[in-house]
């Protein structure tokens, strides 16, 4: 059981821990020290349910509604382009308004909406839980649930450690001209998942 769990923790950290859209803005909030704990919790326990569907099974959801991925993946496409671009409206505003002291904070219902949005329209996440962590947990039979816990258990730490980390990087990041890097950063890498999932879609990858 123990191996299990652990198996199941090593194997959610490392699909997690790349750089997507979700960890970005997790990011974001981290450093702007906006509503943290509140997003922590939308990601880590949307991650939570989404595994234990996996481990339960969900994955073959998929394969008897193939009409689903694809749904998934061209929503997730147009959201990212869409948040992209907020994010280089937002770092051509410059001056004051990407300071984080003195910006107006979003809302929380804002910032929700939006966690929401980049987990459930994210087709990664699917794949990671629903196919990949569902799989793998299948290995682990009959401790199948050991392993989804120590995977929730994954989640919880990194969005955790992400979110509240961040504040580390917020003196550095404290002048208007940092935040217009970092929003055109976070802009970038919105457009690059987007374009290698587009990519993926149109070459028969997805």
Not at 2 to 26: K, P
Not at 89 to 116: C, D, E, I, K
Request: net charge positive; with cysteine; glycine share 10%.
């Amino acid at each position: 059981m123990f191996t299990a769990t652990l198996a199941g923790f090593l194997s959610g950290l490392s699909l997690i821990a790349a750089i997507g859209a979700q960890n970005a803005f997790v990011l974001r909030q981290g450093i702007k020290r906006e509503h943290i704990a509140l997003v922590v919790a939308i990601c880590a326990l949307s991650d939570a349910v989404l595994i234990i569907l996996g481990v339960a099974g969900f994955s073959v959801v998929a394969e008897r509604a193939p009409w689903v991925m694809p749904l998934m993946l061209w929503g997730g496409v147009a959201f990212l382009l869409a948040y992209g671009a907020l994010r280089f409206r937002a770092a051509f505003q410059g001056g004051a308004a990407l300071t984080a002291a003195a910006s107006t904070p979003a809302s929380s219902r804002r910032v929700a909406l939006t966690a929401l949005a980049l987990t459930w329209l994210n087709p990664h996440v699917y794949l990671d839980t629903l196919a990949l962590l569902g799989a793998l947990s299948a290995q682990y039979a009959p401790h199948q649930a050991s392993f989804g816990v120590g995977a929730t258990l994954a989640s919880l730490v990194f969005f955790t450690t992400l979110g509240y980390g961040a504040r580390a990087l917020a003196p550095l990041l404290a002048r208007p001209r940092a935040w217009v890097i970092t929003e055109i950063a976070f802009g970038l890498i919105m457009w690059a998942i987007a374009a290698s999932l587009a990519f993926r879609a149109l070459t028969g990858g997805a």
